[in-house]
């Protein structure tokens, strides 16, 4: 049974790596948000509007 | 350059949170390893059950929350309903992903198989895909509104799966074991086993609050915007309370990331 060892490692690694994609994505999605409303504040900030 | 604003209670529930899930999660990684018995048939593939069965149990409840979160949009059509499912959606959709794909990798050494047409993989396969259906008619309804309801009806059908899932194993005849925890009898395995997939259970259950708290924030923060957007188009003057929604979601925001 030792060679099923690689079947728990992959089981293992395809479960935390999914998850870590999964932060990198709510990230991203955080990063986009931010940059919006520091947009949107540039915008209601500048001269003449 | 943005300033750190101090923490309001939503920032300190998602540190907390995920705080908390890195703690149990490490402690549970660590029992499945070290303190788990090797099973005698299966041998080490068998650990795979402390990954395989909470992602199972994450599945049910992402769907569960998906259920109660559509039938709280039908009935009183709020927007935090519906954020409530659609944020529960997508953490659904990657759980059940992954419950299939350890299920597949345990199965190889197991039955000598990747995959089984048979009833509980079967009927999770359904469950995968009627969570791609529920971003699809999103995506595909044409308006918002129109989305939200046809997916809240999706999500209040396609719960029904759940139980069919779960019971699929005693109606029909499968290769899938039936429940060893959930049995009417008691739990069926050395308590050494059941102690860890506990542990594991809770510090799974954790991690999807964690990320529920924080999808939250985040789909919220799209709403605010896109309704501000919207003002700002219908009236491009902006007022006080356009500057006070910008003020609010960037604090959220900005808190939300720099945690």
Known sequence: MDDNLGYLFAAFAVTWLAIAGYLLYIGQQVKGLRDEVRMLNEGDDSPGV | ?259
Request: glycine share 8%; aromatic share 12%.
């Open chain 2, 1 to 259: 350059m943005m300033q750190r604003k101090p923490a309001n209670r939503s920032d300190m529930l998602v540190t907390g949170l995920g705080v908390l899930a890195v703690v149990v999660l490490t402690l549970g990684i660590f029992m499945a390893f070290v303190y788990a018995p090797t099973d005698r048939d299966q041998g080490d593939a068998q650990r795979i059950f402390y990954v395989h069965v909470p992602m199972a149990w994450l599945a049910y409840l992402a769907m569960g929350v998906v259920f109660i979160g559509s039938v709280g949009y039908m009935w009183k059509r709020s927007a935090r309903m519906d954020r409530l499912a659609r944020s529960s959606a997508e953490l659904g959709f990657l759980f059940t992903t992954l419950v299939l794909i350890t299920g597949s990798i345990w199965g190889r050494p197991i039955w000598n198989a990747w995959w089984q047409w048979e009833a509980r993989l079967t009927t999770t396969l359904i469950l995968w895909f009627i969570f791609i259906g529920y971003f699809m008619v999103r995506a595909y309804a044409g308006d918002a509104e129109r989305g939200a309801r046809y997916a809240a009806v999706l999500g209040i059908i396609g719960a029904i799966d759940v139980p069919i899932i779960h019971q699929s194993v005693k109606w029909w005849r499968t290769l899938h074991p039936e429940p060893i925890v959930l049995d009417t009898a008691g739990p069926n395995l050395p308590d050494s086993m059941l102690v860890t997939l506990l542990v594991c259970l809770a510090g799974f259950t954790l991690l999807y609050a964690f990320l529920m708290v924080l999808k939250m924030q985040i789909e919220w923060a799209r709403d605010v915007l896109a309704e501000r957007e919207l003002t700002a188009l219908l009236a491009p003057e902006g007022n006080q309370a356009e500057r006070r929604t910008v003020a609010t979601v960037s604090h959220k925001v900005s808190g939300a990331a720099e945690d």
